[in-house]
């Protein structure tokens, strides 16, 4: 295959790439974060401590992270058919990407939260502040730098499966090596679509460590 009929596939599939995982990453913090909070805060001595739902969430968290995402891409064929009317496609993929990233994502938060002072906690508490004036100005503004360095390893993470989904129906540069490449026995466009994966990733984790030492920076100057 010449250069000139690889850019338009490896283009488009870049795209769908990049769709497929912006937005199921803006769903996985959308429904990460604050699983990863109620964890926090309902564990033993924590602001709404509640060993019921703790140990119920963790043990949906669990279960979430230890099914092997090309099994849970095949699983939830019927749900994401039921939620985008069609299980192919860059916008069906969101589906099971994100399903597949929250638990993930979810402890990574607990972790985040977990690591800020105590006694910052105990201080507002003494000026009478809320649970959600607590998560609000304190919890969330301290873990800011861990919180968006979870967000870094789970975009890379998405990044690995959106790869995966091309074998199951999904569109990217996953698709693309398959298709044009495995399947046609194309060694050259292979080599191409794992570079670029390796470039994308690599420009996630380069801005991603960029944000988390400017955070840092600014609080310890704060």
Do not use: C
């Not at 540069?173 to 399947?183: C, D, I, M, P, R």
């Amino acid at each position: 295959m010449t250069w000139s009929e690889m850019q338009p596939l490896l283009s488009q599939g870049t795209v769908d790439t990049l769709y497929m995982v912006l937005w199921s990453t803006l769903v996985t913090v959308i429904g990460g974060l604050p699983l990863g909070i109620l964890l926090v805060l309902t564990d033993k001595g924590g602001l709404l401590q509640n060993t019921v739902v703790n140990k119920v969430v963790g043990v949906v968290v669990n279960i979430g992270r230890s099914l092997p995402f090309i099994i849970l891409l095949i699983a939830l064929i019927p749900f994401t058919t039921w939620v985008v009317g069609t299980f192919i496609g860059p916008s069906a993929m969101i589906v099971p990407l994100a399903i597949g990233a929250i638990p993930f994502f979810a402890r990574l938060v607990e972790t985040a939260v977990r690591e800020v002072d105590h006694g910052l906690v105990e201080a507002v508490q003494s000026m009478g502040g809320s649970v959600p004036t607590i998560v609000r100005k304190v919890l969330l503004p301290q873990a800011l730098p861990s919180l968006v360095s979870g967000i870094t390893t789970t975009v890379i993470v998405l990044i690995g499966y959106s790869a995966m989904a091309g074998a199951v129906g999904g569109e990217g540069l996953g698709s693309k090596a398959v298709t044009y490449g495995f399947q046609r026995f194309d060694n050259q466009f292979m080599l191409i679509t794992v570079v670029l994966l390796v470039v994308i990733v690599t420009v996630v984790q380069l801005i991603g460590d960029l944000a988390v030492r400017l955070l840092a920076r600014r609080g310890r100057t704060t």
